[in-house]
């Protein structure tokens, strides 16, 4: 059992600021990498950052320069601070784990709920 629970969605005003968090918990032995998605209606799942167990980063185009991903491996979280917030960045985020559960065995992608960032004036 692996379950991700994310916070930190809202509405805000373009140019502004939100800092989405991820807990990963249950039969957990070690995640690999982490990622965050997002989907708006009428398009396809995206994925915005992802980071490896490391620390390794990569961003879509699209938030190049704006959106820092993180992780905290002891709390096993990872975060998505999102700054200088566009219209086009509505959508809703998704939080994603690959988890390895035991010590064999291969590994699974696991999701979040999903929460609502929408950015309007």
């Known amino acids: 059992q692996v379950q991700l629970v994310e916070s930190g969605g809202g509405l805000v005003q373009p140019g502004g600021s939100l800092r989405l968090s991820c807990a990963a918990s249950g039969s957990i032995f070690s995640i690999n990498d982490m990622a965050w998605y997002r989907q708006s209606p009428g398009k396809q799942r995206e994925l915005v950052a992802s980071?490896?167990?490391?620390?390794?980063?990569n961003y879509a185009d699209s938030v190049k320069g704006r959106f820092t991903i993180s992780r905290d491996n002891a709390k096993k979280m990872v975060y998505l601070q999102m700054n200088s917030l566009k219209p086009e960045d509505t959508a809703v985020y998704y939080c994603?784990?690959?988890?390895?559960?035991?010590?064999?065995?291969?590994?699974?992608?696991?999701w979040g709920q999903g929460t609502q960032v929408t950015v309007s004036s």
């Open positions: 980071i490896t167990s490391v620390g390794t980063t």
């Open positions: 994603n784990a690959d988890v390895r559960r035991y010590w064999y065995g291969n590994s699974n992608d696991y």
